[in-house]
Each structure stands twice: as structure tokens, then as C-alpha cells.
Nanobody, 114 residues
Framework: QVHLVESGGGLVQPGQSLRLSCEAS????????MDWYRQAPGQQREWVAK????????HYADSVKGRFTISRDNAKNTTYLQMYFLKPEDTAVYYC???????WGQGTQVTVSS
């Protein structure tokens, strides 16, 4: 059974940073590219970033480019999303997602507010 456990969310002020983690089990983690998505209240789920299976290639949504960094540690079956210079519009539940699968975790809440 596949499990995806996101963690690291919280309440921060604008301009601060957070690091999200997503630990996977029950899946050949190193065989999949990994995505981060987010969903704000009343909004559709939005793609945020992708990292290739090896970690050599990354892609970002324009809204987070230059502020967020996606990475992974295949030995730990974990992907990370380092978020800098957070803005109120980054407030959402953040999810990790193995590309081209239907697996989703519970998500972790990020709230950016003064």
C-alpha cells in the first residue's frame, strides 16, 4: 500500500521560510518523478514544482520560480520543498505526488499571514 506523508507546514509571517518534506512508502520511489501541488481554499489544485526521478531536472510554476526549491533524497524515499520569501498567496495545503500516478497524501497546511 502506498503512503505519502507530508510534513513541515505551519503558520509563518510574510518573507519567512519553510521546508516541507514528503516521505513515501510502498512505492519504488526512485523510479518516479515527483511533483508538489497546492490547493488554496475555494481554488483548484495547482501544480507547483517537479523533480525528475534522478533529481537532475527540476521545473517550477512561474508563481514560485526563484523562491521555491524542490529536491529529493532517494535513499530516504523523501522529497522536499524549500520555500523562501513566502507570501500570503502561498497559503494552501501542499501535497506531494508521484508523477503519472493516482497517489496523494493528506497534505500539510501552509499559512502565510502577519
Amino acid at each position: 500500500q502506498v503512503h505519502l506523508v507530508e510534513s513541515g507546514g505551519g503558520l509563518v509571517q510574510p518573507g519567512q521560510s519553510l521546508r516541507l518534506s514528503c516521505e513515501a512508502s510502498g512505492i519504488a520511489f526512485g523510479a518516479y518523478a515527483m511533483d508538489w501541488y497546492r490547493q488554496a481554499p475555494g481554488q483548484q489544485r495547482e501544480w507547483v514544482a517537479k523533480i525528475s526521478d534522478t533529481g537532475r531536472t527540476t521545473h517550477y510554476a512561474d508563481s514560485v520560480k526563484g523562491r521555491f526549491t524542490i529536491s529529493r533524497d532517494n535513499a530516504k524515499n523523501t522529497t522536499y520543498l524549500q520555500m523562501y520569501f513566502l507570501k500570503p498567496e502561498d497559503t494552501a495545503v501542499y501535497y506531494c505526488h508521484p508523477s503519472i500516478t493516482n497517489y496523494w497524501g493528506q497534505g500539510t497546511q501552509v499559512t502565510v499571514s502577519s
